[in-house]
């Protein structure tokens, strides 16, 4: 892997073992030669990570939409800062340039950024690894969740299992080494739920 996208907040959210989190990785990204892409803001946890990053010697790229740019939280000191017109664009940026996603603890946009990708890869539209940095358990009720969407049935196992999970920045870049994505048909599995319902199936 080349280039890692990584969500995460705006915010620095109400422990500071959130923004060491932050800091470990850009480091460990640098550390590894992985190019950080990231939301191109300078505030809150994606501020330190990008700055964590180039301070270990890494290489970021920031993508953020003009109007953040205008309320000046943009990360100026960046080589490569991408300036777009909307969020879609900004996730298609973002998601063109990564090899594989990695989502900090964060808010809302942290979340929908990342069940994006992630649904992206569920249809089969990329084959890229996505990951949570669990610090402080922060996703564990999130995880227990979508435990529940597969025992009722509305996730496949194995789109659940594409999810990796870790403590650390670099045990979960080591899961995503070795991760290969799952052969199976969402639209099958589908059908095949449909003819259960409906006492059609086996």
Same mark, same amino acid.
């Given at each position: ?114 069940? /994006?990708?992630?649904?992206? $890869? ?6 890229? +690894?996505? #990951? =949570? @940095?669990?610090?402080?358990?922060? !996703? ?5 969740f979508l435990n529940r969407t597969v025992a009722e049935q509305f996730v /496949?196992?194995?789109?659940? $299992? ?6 650390? +920045?670099? #045990? =979960? @870049?080591?899961?995503?080494?070795? !991760? ?23």
């Amino acid at each position: 892997m080349k280039c890692i996208c990584v969500f995460c907040g705006s915010s620095p959210g109400a422990r500071p073992d959130y923004i060491q989190a932050a800091k470990l990785l850009g480091q460990t990204l640098a550390q590894k030669e992985i190019t950080l892409v990231f939301g191109g803001a300078s505030v809150g946890i994606m501020g330190q990570l990008a700055k964590a990053c180039l301070e270990a010697g890494g290489d970021v790229i920031g993508v953020i939409p003009r109007k953040l740019v205008e309320m000046e939280v943009a990360y100026t000191q960046l080589a490569q800062l991408h300036v777009v017109d909307s969020l879609h664009e900004r996730k298609a940026k973002m998601a063109e340039l990564a090899d594989g996603f990695i989502a900090l603890p964060g808010g809302l946009g942290t979340i929908e950024e990342f069940f /994006e990708v992630l649904t992206w $890869a569920q249809l089969g539209m990329h084959q890229k +690894p996505c #990951g =949570l @940095l669990n610090t402080c358990h922060y !996703y564990d009720k999130l995880l227990d969740f979508l435990n529940r969407t597969v025992a009722e049935q509305f996730v /496949e196992e194995a789109h659940r $299992a594409m999810i990796q999970i870790d403590e650390s +920045p670099a #045990g =979960l @870049l080591q899961k995503f080494e070795a !991760y290969e994505a799952p052969r199976t048909n969402k639209a099958a599995w589908v059908l095949q739920m449909t003819q259960q319902a409906n006492g059609l199936g086996d």
